[in-house]
């Protein structure tokens, strides 16, 4: 079964610094996509950012970028110049490029910027 | 270009009810998604169309919950009955052709079931 795994459940960050989501997950398959989500205190979740596992490079979106570490299974966030608005809850997620399985969210990072 | 629509925003039910939820998807996209979001949790996914036929429903509780497609547009989501466990964040989401592509989320029905 896929899994996703996010072990911080709230972190916070001072306005202008920057902030690190982790998240871990599970998979037999080779290929896939893990992507990142914010979904702000009005529900509507957003894709931030998107990574394919057969790309080495990792993804960047302005003041968002991932680690990805295949061989780990790993694929944190890092947020720079993090600003108010940022403040959200994270979901990490994946699906496989088979298709035969959903895309699957881990249980979130609640994420609070400090002015 | 107008975003997924969803309505009701909020609903409040008594156990034993019904309740209907609507969805309408960006235009021109094939594939649309109803997920539910138990708080504390992320969503998980309850059933996927394509057009207007189901390609995945596996984590559909089918016998309380059901949903249509008709036209292969608009989409309702019906609980009957209710149940206090309902009680979540209904997600309606949709992208161009199939789940690889951007998923595009409406901004959800807050069920509360008492």
């Known amino acids: 079964a896929q899994t996703v795994t996010q072990s911080q459940p709230e972190m916070s960050v001072q306005e202008a610094e920057t902030v690190t989501l982790s998240c871990t997950y599970d998979?037999?398959?080779?290929?896939?996509?893990l992507f990142w989500y914010k979904q702000p205190p009005s529900r509507q979740m957003i894709l931030v950012i998107r990574q394919e596992a057969y790309k080495q490079q990792n993804a960047t979106e302005n003041r968002f970028s991932v680690n990805f570490q295949k061989a780990a299974k790993s694929f944190s966030l890092k947020i720079s110049d993090s600003q108010l608005g940022d403040t959200a809850m994270y979901f990490c997620?994946?699906?496989?490029?088979?298709?035969?399985?959903?895309?699957?969210f881990g249980k979130g990072t609640r994420l609070s910027v400090i002015a | 270009e107008a975003g997924v629509a969803q309505s009701p925003r909020y609903k409040i039910i008594e156990k034993r009810q019904s309740v209907a939820f609507w969805c309408n998807p960006i235009s021109g996209h094939a594939t649309l998604y109803w997920y539910q979001q138990i708080l504390g949790q992320g969503p998980k996914l309850l059933i996927q169309f394509q057009n207007n036929g189901v390609v995945d429903d596996s984590q559909l509780p089918k016998d309380r919950f059901s949903a249509e497609r008709l036209k292969g547009v608009d989409s309702t989501l019906k609980i009957q009955p209710a149940k206090l466990e309902d009680s979540a964040v209904y997600l309606c989401?949709?992208?161009?052709?199939?789940?690889?592509?951007?998923?595009?989320f409406g901004p959800g029905t807050r069920l509360t079931v008492t």
């Open positions: 997620a994946f699906i496989t490029l088979s298709g035969n399985t959903p895309l699957v």
């Open positions: 989401a949709s992208s161009y052709a199939g789940p690889l592509y951007e998923q595009y």
């Open positions: 998979t037999s398959e080779n290929n896939y996509y």
